[in-house]
């Protein structure tokens, strides 16, 4: 591939991807700049291996685990103080109602509290649109598991946004089914 | 389907097109009322996660950065004549020090021999951390010579620039590559073929320790040097020589953070 073939393709992909890639790293590493950062040198170094991508199918996928090893390498161990839910950069663009928008703090707090081990499938399949064999060969898992977490995600994130009248009105509604069996 | 199979199956993936799945939910109305509470939650924290803010110009920003190494190799190409596919640069040929010196001049390094200071906790933090990141890093170094336009890259982006300089142009680089630190500040990581093994050369952007700190550890010795703006460490195995190298690296780099 000459060099201009190949900047083409680079150019490509980051014209698809860049938004998703962005977001991912936001929500591993919560904080712009190091979301900003690990964009860049997932990236710089997807260029450097452009040859080695065999198909651009697998781009996507090849992308965000760039990004997912290059936050481990780098940001993991140190850490640095997370944002304060009131401070991120949800866009702010949102016109809807003073209420909507009071269900998206909460909904994004409760993600920031889900553990990653259910967190990361949820990004990978919300964000990135993998399909739960894909995340598994990307987090080294088996299906099961992925479906397992996928499942306790948005068990708990249900059990943390639902209104409190919902929930107690949920908990009576199993209370009642239990008492019929 | 049973409603335990289906309750996961609807949890774990609310879009699934299975046929199976998709009848299932149709099959009575309190699944129907299901699916909606659970789509409906499922838009939202789809909202909630695609809702950030994309930095302005990022796009553009990634094109460049591939489009500057590109450059570089470029350059070296019409000199030589070889296909760019083909190639293998060498390391610190006089014509990229060239280029690399037409770039940002900015304020020269100035190393604070400052010494005797008393050590704060957070040099003492900086050192631990810095010996971390050398274990940690280690695993990436290359067996053979990295391009100089990784280098170039790595220190061009950290905000230094490096000089022309004979003496560097016989020491193969292995490794370059920015990193952070707990405190958030900017470095450039270089790591050089030493005699005993690699070298590292870190330009960190955090706070200039009190003074020149020596490493100590079972297995590197080295110095971390306080800058103008930040701090320098030169780093090796046990019983290498570096005082050449911090010679070296003062002479040929500019570090304005």
Same mark, same amino acid.
């Given at each position: 591939m ?77 850490r ?21 928008r ?5 909904l ?74 | 389907?049973d ?37 409906? %939650? ?5 909202? *909630?996660? *695609? ?9 553009? &920003?990634?094109?460049? &950065?591939? /489009? ?18 083909t ?6 040929? @006089?014509?990229?020090?060239? %280029? ?8 020269s390094?100035?190393?604070?021999? *400052? ?13 631990d951390?810095?010996?971390?990141? %050398? ?7 290359n ?15 950290s /905000? ?7 003496? %560097? ?5 292995t ?26 050369v ?5 706070? @200039? ?9 079972e297995?590197f010795?080295?110095?971390?040097? @306080?800058?103008?703006? /930040?701090?320098?460490?030169?780093? /090796?195995?046990?019983?290498?020589s ?8 003062? #002479?040929?780099? #500019?570090?304005?953070?």
């Amino acid at each position: 591939m000459d060099g201009k073939s190949r900047k083409q393709r680079y150019e490509t992909l980051v014209d698809a991807y860049y938004q998703d890639v962005y977001r991912y790293g936001f929500w591993l590493c919560k904080n712009q700049a190091l979301a900003q950062d690990l964009v860049q040198e997932t990236f710089l170094r997807a260029w450097r291996s452009l040859d080695s991508l065999q198909s651009d199918k697998a781009a996507k996928a090849w992308l965000f685990t760039i990004l997912r090893r290059e936050n481990a390498r780098l940001y993991e161990r140190y850490r640095p103080e997370l944002v304060d839910v009131d401070d991120v950069s949800i866009a702010e663009a949102d016109t809807r109602e003073p209420e909507q928008r009071m269900d998206k703090t909460l909904l994004y707090a409760a993600i920031d509290k889900l553990e990653p081990d259910y967190r990361d499938p949820l990004l990978l399949q919300v964000i990135g649109g993998f399909s739960g064999k894909e995340i598994a060969e990307m987090l080294d898992l088996n299906s099961n598991t992925v479906m397992t977490r996928l499942f306790r995600a948005r068990s708990k994130l249900r059990d943390a946004f639902l209104p409190q009248g919902r929930k107690q009105e949920q908990e009576q509604e199993q209370e009642q089914e239990e008492n019929n069996n | 389907m049973d409603d335990l199979e289906f309750r996961t199956r609807a949890f774990s993936n609310p879009r699934d097109n299975d046929p199976e799945f998709i009848n299932a939910s149709r099959s009575s109305n309190d699944r129907e009322k299901f699916m909606e509470e659970v789509i409906s %939650l499922d838009d939202s924290i789809s909202d *909630t996660l *695609t809702a950030v803010t994309i930095p302005d110009g990022l796009s553009e &920003q990634l094109k460049q &950065q591939a /489009g500057s190494l590109d450059d570089t190799v470029n350059d070296t190409l019409e000199d030589s004549g070889q296909a760019a596919d083909t190639i293998k640069k060498p390391l610190w040929q @006089p014509r990229n020090f060239a %280029l690399a010196a037409s770039l940002i001049v900015a304020v020269s390094l100035g190393l604070m021999l *400052t010494t005797g200071n008393e050590l704060s906790a957070r040099d003492l933090a900086f050192h631990d951390e810095l010996i971390s990141h %050398l274990y940690s890093e280690e695993s990436h170094y290359n067996d053979s010579a990295i391009s100089w336009g990784d280098i170039t890259q790595v220190i061009h982006s950290s /905000g230094g620039q490096l000089h022309e300089n004979n003496a %560097l142009q016989g020491i193969p680089a292995t490794f370059a590559n920015n990193c952070r630190f707990s405190d958030s500040s900017r470095a450039a990581h270089i790591v050089l073929k030493g005699e005993k093994g690699p070298v590292s050369v870190i330009f960190s952007s955090n706070p @200039p320790v009190s003074s020149i700190i020596p490493i100590r550890d079972e297995r590197f010795e080295g110095k971390i040097i @306080p800058l103008e703006n /930040g701090n320098l460490t030169i780093v /090796g195995e046990n019983k290498e020589s570096l005082d050449n190298y911090e010679a070296i690296i003062a #002479e040929s780099v #500019e570090w304005p953070i």
